[in-house]
């Protein structure tokens, strides 16, 4: 029996002033999937992600959570949607004068009623998901690009979303520390019970998370290919899709 949609995009056209970015985008992202958005650098990639998360409105189209249209639902339900969504941009987007504990507890203290020592509780709790135990009195100066970006991690499932969003986790960081990333994706999927939602062209990422790819083309303007990347690499419906998957001899790396 298929699992219910959790995200629909229906014939969305996305722009900025007269320029098309992308247009009659069509796909369904099931619940608990974790489905990668990739293509080229310039596709519009983020643009979908910022479309996504309510911070651009479609120029057509409709955005569904469930069976709720986004984009024309007021901005009381937005919020209440949005509010179950979490999100880590691709710096990580701390507040640099902050300790990662109080990073973590500001959504906790804007949209909750808990006291502070239930605060500290779960922000610790949140950090130690993420590996960083002990670290909550740090700032993040005082920490690595990868730890950062694991405190945005822990900040961003600080209210158990029951989806997050990802904008390129793996950029910046070395081999070793985006692997231990793709792994706390795929963990954190599963405890949460979240639907995950990846935006992202690195092929070790893509082949190692994904249980559906949406492919948008740079030069049509639009989605080419949606499906598992496996599939979309063992029969690959154009030549973009093809050369994308294949570039640089990575995938048989990707794939052992």
């Known amino acids: 029996m298929p699992r219910e949609a959790h995200i629909t ?31 080229g650098s310039g596709c519009g990639k983020s643009t979908l992600l910022r479309h996504l998360i309510g911070l651009r409105a479609p120029r057509r189209g409709r955005i569904l959570y469930g069976e709720v249209s986004f984009w ?33 507890a500001l959504p906790l203290r804007e949209h909750t009623r808990l006291n502070e020592q239930e605060i500290r509780e779960i922000v610790s709790f949140k ?13 993040p100066a005082e920490i690595s690009g990868g730890m950062r970006k694991r405190a945005g991690l822990a900040r961003a499932i600080a209210l158990d979303p029951e989806i997050l969003f990802f904008d390129e986790p793996s950029a910046g960081l070395d081999p070793i520390s985006a692997r231990r990333m793709d792994e706390l ?13 990846v935006v992202t062209h690195e092929l070790a990422s893509i082949f ?37 998957l294949t570039r640089g001899g990575q995938t048989a790396v990707a794939k052992a």
Do not use: K
């Open 9 to 39: 995009v229906e014939n969305l056209t996305m722009a900025y002033g007269h320029m098309v970015v992308q247009h009659d985008l069509n796909f369904v992202i099931r619940r608990g999937d974790i489905c990668v958005v990739m293509g």
């Open 127 to 139: 950090l130690a998901l993420v590996g960083l135990r002990g670290f909550e009195d740090f700032h």
């Open 208 to 244: 190692a998370i994904a249980t559906n790819a949406v492919f948008l083309d740079a030069e049509r303007r639009t989605m080419t290919a949606y499906g598992p990347p496996a599939e979309l690499l063992a029969h690959p419906p154009n030549a973009q899709v093809h050369d994308f």
């Open 72 to 104: 024309e639902a007021p901005p009381a339900t937005r919020d209440r949607l949005l509010r179950r969504t979490g999100v880590l941009y691709q710096g990580g987007a701390l507040w640099t004068s902050m300790t990662l504990a109080e990073n973590v």
């Open 185 to 197: 994706i795929v963990e954190l999927r599963d405890s949460l019970g979240a639907t995950v939602v």
